[in-house]
């Protein structure tokens, strides 16, 4: 025997105001990434964002419950965004040489975006390297996924031979990276020209150093990862 349902109308207000609340939330979370960018993890706080938002301070804090949750669920957010832009979209690239430069490819042109803010990954990092907790090992898994995808893509690029079989992939990430690093410290602290253009030779560079012998047509070229 079939229990009837019940009245729809209490079920339809409920699920429009857990709508709402996700609605909120969001907007509240696109704010937060906002003031992170440009005043850092620790410049956030309930009371900024209900004064940028226009709501409560109660009513900001419904929905994060403390200034710790309210940090890891930017970092979270930052990261999902990052993997929108730079990660799904070099995953449709072969693998390879290929995949590997459009994952720099894509990385680089969102720090470009992000010179007149600031990365959240190294701006956290500066913040929290030294301050253990629930925030800082938040912000280290997010990066450590991000190095591992990239490290994956490299190992990849060997075993397809697009690399040399003796490459070491935690070097040649440990490489790349410091490219990012000096981008960031030159465009945004020493303000110097045509830094983009360095990087992407730097690029050019390291995986010319390492690339297999019957490689040379596969060389990084920034113009198929810039479409799209």
């Not at 939330?25 to 956030?44: C, K, Q, V």
Request: net charge positive; proline share 5%.
């Amino acid at each position: 025997m079939q229990i009837p349902p019940g009245p729809t109308r209490p079920v339809i207000a409920t699920q429009r105001l857990q709508g709402k609340g996700v609605q909120t939330r969001a907007a509240i979370l696109d704010a937060a990434l906002g003031l992170a960018s440009h005043m850092g993890l620790e410049g956030l706080s309930i009371g900024a964002l209900a004064e940028v938002t226009n709501m409560s301070k109660s009513g900001v804090f419904a929905h994060f419950g403390s200034r710790e949750e309210l940090q890891i669920s930017v970092i979270r957010e930052y990261h999902a965004r990052f993997e929108e832009e730079v990660f799904f979209p070099a995953m449709k690239e072969a693998r390879g040489l290929p995949r590997l430069n459009a994952l720099f490819e894509r990385w680089i042109r969102r720090v470009s975006v992000e010179l007149d803010s600031g990365c959240i990954y190294i701006s956290g990092a500066v913040e929290f390297d030294d301050r253990p907790g629930p925030v800082r090992d938040a912000l280290a898994e997010m990066v450590r996924a991000w190095h591992s995808a990239l490290q994956r893509a490299i190992t990849l690029a060997i075993d397809r031979g697009h690399l040399r079989e003796d490459t070491d992939p935690t070097q040649m990430l440990f490489e790349i990276h410091g490219l990012i690093l000096a981008l960031h410290h030159d465009a945004r602290f020493l303000r110097n020209p045509g830094v983009l253009d360095r990087a992407r030779s730097a690029f050019t560079r390291i995986v010319q150093h390492y690339q297999a012998p019957g490689a040379e047509s596969l060389r990084p070229s920034r113009q198929r990862a810039a479409r799209g």
